[in-house]
């Protein structure tokens, strides 16, 4: 299994990034999105399940963040609408599959105010 995440960036408050987690694999049940900001734990943003007909959000991002499915290119999308400067914070990707669970690398996303 293989993960390969893109899309962080700098932006301003209220502006939009997109993230993208291509995965490489078999038997992925989901991917989820987790966030972990400086000093802080990391939290579980959001998730999708493989056939992309369930999604689960953490309230802190419910209505401004999207997480969906290109079911042919095996790649999960984040889009961040009406970003904080709290939403600042290195952005994992992570899959569950019938061979565990594994992460990406992080993307660094920054929301200057």
């Known amino acids: 299994v293989q993960l390969q995440a893109s899309g962080g960036g700098l932006v301003q408050a209220g502006g939009s990034l997109r993230l993208s987690c291509a995965a490489s694999?078999?038997?992925?049940?989901?991917m989820g999105w987790f966030r972990q900001a400086p000093g802080q734990g990391r939290e579980f943003v959001a998730a999708?399940?493989?056939?992309?007909?369930?999604?689960w959000y953490a309230d802190s991002v419910k209505g401004r963040f999207t997480i969906f499915k290109h079911s042919a290119k095996n790649t999960v999308y984040l889009q961040m609408n009406s970003l904080k400067p709290e939403d600042t914070a290195v952005y994992y990707c992570?899959?569950?599959?019938?061979?565990?669970?594994?992460w990406g690398q992080g993307t660094q996303v920054t929301v200057s105010s």
């Open positions: 999708i399940s493989w056939s992309g007909s369930m999604t």
């Open positions: 694999g078999s038997n992925i049940y989901g």
């Open positions: 992570k899959i569950v599959s019938l061979s565990g669970g594994f």
